[in-house]
Every structure is written in C-alpha cells, then in structure tokens.
C-alpha cells in the first residue's frame, strides 16, 4: 500500500516538474530577452518587453494547469486508496450472568436512552457504566455530572 502512495506521488512530482522546467526555460528567454533590449533604443525595446511579458504569462498558466492536474490526479488516487481500505468489525463484548445475556453495546444505548429521557440535552462527551450483575442493574455517570444514576438491565 505504501509503495503504491509512493507511485503515486513520484506520477505527481513528474507531472508538477515538466512545467516547471517550462516556467524555467521561459525565465531564461525572457533574461536573454531583456539583455538584449538593454542596449536598444526604447522604440525597439518596448515589442521586446511585450514578448517577454506573454512569455512568463503563457509559462504561468502552463504551471497552473499543471498543478490543477496533479491535484485532481492527487485526489483521486487519495480517494482510490481510502476506498480499498476494509471497514474494520467492532468487538462485541456480552455479558452473561444467571440466566441472562446483554451486550455491552445495548447496555450504552440504553444508558444514553435513559440519560435523554431524564431531560438532558446536552451532548454526551464521556460515559461511565458500572455494572452489577447480581443485582440487574448498571449505574452510570456522563460527562461526570449525572451521578448515582441507574437503569435496570
């Protein structure tokens, strides 16, 4: 998985360096362009100037493009590779005592069930659940204010 990240970054940096070297040759045209209408009058070093001018602009929207591509490709290998990743199973842990059976998630649900049910609105953060089998019952503490709470299970 990782050597094909891999790939997949060294297709962009390819894709991102031919502009560039682009951009660079387009620079040094302009610099020799320039030089040489140093020494002109300034009749013929304005159509020089002009040249040089549409020059780095065609080279920068070149680069643009080449860069919109290589993020477009980017992303897509990114979402390519996130959409092979399996979903990982969740554990189920189930508790079962005299008789009975009841997972650790219904146990949750049911004390979030509760916690709403007594009037609370405000979101849970952080819940506590301490179950006590032998009584069929599991206290429960959210968001470490609603203490000595309890559902039956």
């Known amino acids: 998985m990782a050597a094909k990240k891999n790939d997949d970054v060294k297709k962009t940096e390819a894709v991102v360096e031919a502009p560039a070297t682009e951009v660079k040759e387009a620079v040094a045209e302009v610099k020799e362009t320039v030089k040489r209408a140093v020494g002109r009058p300034a009749k013929k070093a304005a159509p020089a100037a002009k040249k040089?001018?549409?020059t780095a602009k065609k080279a920068a929207s070149a680069t643009k493009k080449a860069a919109a591509t290589a993020a477009k490709k980017t992303t897509a290998a990114a979402k390519k590779?996130?959409?092979k990743v399996p979903a990982k199973e969740k554990d189920q842990v189930v508790l079962?005592?005299?008789g009975k059976s009841i997972s650790v998630d219904e146990i949750v649900a049911a004390v979030k069930k509760a916690?709403?049910?007594d009037g609370n609105?405000?979101?849970i953060k952080k819940v506590q659940i301490y179950v006590k089998p032998e009584e069929n019952e599991?206290?429960?503490v959210i968001n470490d204010v609603a203490e000595g709470k309890k559902i039956d299970l």
């Open 52 to 54: 040089a001018a549409a």
């Open 81 to 83: 590779a996130a959409a």
């Open 96 to 98: 079962e005592f005299a």
């Open 115 to 117: 916690y709403k049910a």
């Open 121 to 123: 609105k405000g979101a």
């Open 138 to 140: 599991a206290y429960y």
